[in-house]
């Protein structure tokens, strides 16, 4: 979910919030997600492998949550935003049936190697408050009306 309209660089300030992001993980998205990562561990979708694990039902992959983040900062970015680079740590796991919110800020502009890049830092909650990602960092190229 991009937006069409391109951020461009000289208009992001620092300190600057990206609008929240508040998702449902359905046991759907988590199959879907399982068939376009050929990633076919059952105790992403299969209740009764996850629970004979120790698990209260099926959850979420990591790398879901890394999608997700990109997801949200291109579309803060628009069309042309081009995540560079995006590092996060998981801290809780996410259970099909829960909700997360994926909050972020921009911390720091910089130009590198011509790049123009907006630095921000991410957060993943639960519904219930529970951290799930906590200083996520990504550097995002946005478009820029100096490039030609």
Known sequence: MTSPVSK???DVA???ALPALETAISLVSLVAYAGATW???RYH???AVAASLGFPGPFMDGQMVGALLARQLMAW???DAFVRKLSFRLREMVFADETIVITGKVKDKLVDGGRPLALCTLS???ADGTVV???ATAAVELASRRQG
């Open 77 to 79: 970015g628009g069309a």
């Open 133 to 135: 990602v906590r200083d």
């Open 14 to 16: 620092v300190g600057e």
């Open 45 to 47: 979708y299969d209740g």
């Open 39 to 41: 990633d076919f561990h």
């Open 8 to 10: 461009q660089f000289e």
């Open 124 to 126: 993943v909650a639960k």
